[in-house]
């Protein structure tokens, strides 16, 4: 599409108009020249044969017009005439008798053509008495040939005839050089031509060209450059005109330039979305932070209705048209993740003077982390609240009773004290677990790596539940794959996990069943141990928020069996400061399986 516009610019047409005046001419000239030079020297070739063939038959009639011996003595010494004096490089001449048997030949490759009979046509005519014989011929090998045959005649009789034939090989590698160097000399002449060809037409076009590029440039925006003045003729004048209009254009739109370019850059690096809309609430711009919070391409909700692309309820909707609505919280769901994003708008009405409301403003707030912090904050407080609350009442209501009297019966008074000594050690457990938690999260609580045989620790982990197994008849199994023998971790810590875990299966597996702690390499060379049980299992609906704070499957009875719902929570904080995961495995009434990873390599450190 380029080439087809380029031939049709006035430079192309002036050059292409120049290029092939010169290459006519110069093609008439060299047709001339190439065929009187063909001319010229086939003739000149054939004429140096025929007078070699002529000189040849001279000295040949003297020495085939005596007696035979005489004779014989004549045919050797004109043989050697013939190959010293007359031997040219791709050339045969043969010296025949009467009959037309090759007496002598030039190329002794030939040699066994002597005695032969030649029976060519120039041959048969030549001893017919025909002088001017000759033609042109192409041979086997397909190289074209020049022959030549003169009679011999001896006082009035024709004794012989001379034949050669010449290679003209040569002559058309000459007239190949001359065509090469005529071919050489049009191309160099159509390069000159195409050069000074482009030079004219530069002078012609330049001055257009620069115009049009200036004009170009000025439709799209850029006033920095001016049109050079070629002359004082017209070309000059339009420049000139160019010019000014030029100067006046970017004097009327720098300023506007400048504030669009301010305000482009503070939409761009908000970190608030903006979108601004027209006073029919149709989207005319919106900034790229926004089209992050509501998983959109930009430019692709241009004209759009706001309260649409926001999914405003109609109360809002109308709220919106009237330039009454201040704010409103969005739940944005995007299409990558399932968790919704929360997102505050504030809505600002733009007023132009004597117009009024001219279109809104709206600023998008992303407050999905401040939220989920608010509800988690509010969450704990009153997961925590609930957890203090009853123990703390419970031990009001017996140090109450104690008060009323209870005192006075000793075994009443025990049994009272000992509920109390409970509770009290309940919310130590609890607070204890807080404060662990919370230097956890605060990364003060460091860990303190040791070489650890993984078969003793596991084995160490049965034994210490060893008495409570044997009460409920629960068996344990402990199976540490071959290949593992020691790692690095902390010892305390990890002992917490499993003794946390142990204790939940305890608590959640009937009589005569079992618990099996396992320890194997993973796909990813990493430490997975496991610590699954026979119990009743947790429902699929509480796997989701099991390592929550303060979660219970089935709260009363954690809570009757001294649990703080904070175990697993450590597990996982415990876990995650040594690299690794935790996850969860269960079906309602066959058990569950616990399964937490560690690396096997520290940086300094040693691997299994």
Do not use: C
Not at 20 to 36: E, N
Not at 160 to 189: K, Q, W
Not at 457 to 474: A, G, H, T
């Amino acid at each position: 599409m380029k080439i087809a516009s380029f031939f049709r610019t006035i430079q192309a047409k002036l050059i292409i108009v120049y290029m092939l005046l010169i290459l006519i001419a110069m093609q008439l000239i060299g047709v001339y020249f190439v065929s009187a030079m063909k001319n010229s020297l086939t003739s000149n070739f054939t004429k140096d044969l025929q007078e070699q063939a002529e000189l040849l038959s001279v000295m040949a009639a003297d020495k085939l017009g005596g007696d035979f011996d005489a004779g014989k003595n004549s045919v050797e010494s004109l043989g050697v005439i013939v190959n010293n004096l007359f031997n040219l490089s791709g050339v045969e001449i043969q010296v025949l008798d009467a009959n037309g048997k090759v007496l002598i030949t030039s190329l002794s490759a030939h040699a066994s053509y002597i005695g032969r009979k030649n029976t060519q046509t120039v041959v048969s005519r030549a001893l017919q008495g025909i002088s001017d014989n000759e033609e042109y011929m192409i041979d086997e090998d397909n190289e074209r040939k020049r022959v030549v045959a003169k009679p011999v005649v001896s006082n009035g009789k024709i004794v012989g005839a001379i034949y050669i034939v010449a290679s003209m090989s040569e002559l058309h590698d000459t007239m190949g050089r001359v065509n090469n160097i005529f071919i050489s000399g049009i191309l160099i002449a159509l390069g000159l031509t195409a050069v000074l060809g482009v030079i004219l037409a530069h002078t012609i076009t330049q001055p257009i060209i620069e115009l049009t590029r200036h004009a170009k440039a000025v439709a799209e925006g850029s006033f920095d450059q001016k049109m050079p003045i070629f002359g004082k003729d017209e070309i000059g004048q339009l420049s000139e005109a160019f010019n000014y209009m030029t100067s006046r254009l970017q004097e009327a739109l720098l300023q506007n330039e400048e504030e669009k370019e301010k305000l482009a850059s503070i939409l761009t690096n908000m970190s608030d979305g903006v979108i601004a809309t027209d006073e029919a609430g149709h989207i005319i711009l919106m900034n790229r932070r926004a089209g992050e919070m509501l998983d959109l391409d930009e430019d692709s909700v241009v004209t759009r209705d706001i309260t649409l692309l926001l999914r405003l309820d109609l109360e809002q909707a109308r709220a919106f048209t009237e330039g009454t609505i201040s704010t409103t919280l969005l739940e944005i769901n995007p299409e990558e993740t399932n968790e919704p994003n929360m997102v505050r708008v504030t809505f600002m009405p733009i007023y132009r003077r004597e117009f009024g409301i001219t279109g809104t403003i709206a600023v998008l707030q992303d407050v999905t982390e401040q939220e989920k912090l608010e509800a988690s904050r509010r969450e704990f407080v009153a997961n925590v609240s609930h957890e203090l609350r009853t123990p703390l009442t419970t031990i009001k209501s017996y140090t109450e009773a104690l008060d009323d009297g209870a005192l006075e019966e000793p075994q009443l008074a025990s049994r009272f004290v000992g509920v109390i000594q409970n509770e009290t050690e309940r919310m130590i457990r609890l607070v204890t677990d807080l404060l662990h938690l919370s230097r956890l999260d605060n990364k003060e609580s460091f860990l303190r790596k040791q070489m650890t045989d993984m078969f003793e620790m596991l084995e160490d982990v049965s034994d210490r539940f060893s008495f409570q197994m044997q009460q409920k008849q629960i068996q344990s199994e402990i199976t540490v794959e071959e290949k593992i023998h020691s790692a690095w971790l902390d010892r305390d810590q990890i002992d917490q996990v499993l003794d946390n875990l142990v204790s939940n299966s305890l608590k959640y597996t009937p009589e005569g069943g079992k618990i099996t702690l396992d320890a194997r390499l993973t796909e990813n060379h990493m430490i997975a141990i496991s610590v699954q049980d026979t119990g009743m299992g947790i429902p699929k609906k509480d796997l989701g928020r099991i390592f929550d704070r303060f979660y219970r499957v089935d709260k009363a009875r954690s809570r009757n069996m001294g649990g703080t719902g904070l175990g697993l929570s450590i597990a996982r904080e415990i876990v995650n400061a040594h690299g690794g995961t935790i996850s969860l495995q269960s079906e309602f009434g066959q058990g569950t399986k616990v399964t937490f990873t560690l690396l096997l390599q520290e940086e300094g450190g040693e691997t299994i």
